[in-house]
């Protein structure tokens, strides 16, 4: 992803391996940002939740699955940051920009037709 960097790649998916990475936060500012995987099923899902970084809390889960044509690529986000509930909604713009993008990313790298599936907030 553009202005991310990977300081540290993860080993595999299966729980327990981490991924610590530089992002963006604001223009010209980047913050570590540290990923442990905790929880797996092998060609179904893992989870990865920010030990640090720069949410009070953030849980990822990407999940796949078969849609008939081809693998449906699924994320579901939970977050918190600080400022919430205020930061919510700019937070999330932020994030739905962000993953518009990885699955563009996706898409291309894997030579296949891209429909991103808008996300919500709950």
């Known amino acids: 992803m553009p202005g991310i960097e990977v300081l540290e790649k993860p080993k595999g998916l299966e729980k327990g391996n981490r991924a610590v990475l530089k992002v963006p936060l604001l223009p010209f500012f980047k913050v570590r940002w540290e990923a442990l995987h905790v929880d797996y099923q092998e060609g179904k899902f893992f989870v990865d939740r920010q030990v640090s970084g720069p949410f009070a809390e953030f849980e990822h889960r990407h999940e796949f699955s078969d849609d008939g044509d081809g ?47 808008d996300c919500t907030l709950e």
């Open 71 to 117: 693998s449906l690529l699924k994320d579901e986000i939970r977050f918190r940051f600080f400022m919430d509930p205020i930061s919510k909604y700019f937070v999330f713009l932020l994030l739905r920009m962000q993953f518009s993008l990885r699955h563009k990313t996706t898409a291309s790298e894997l030579q296949t037709s891209r429909h991103f599936v």
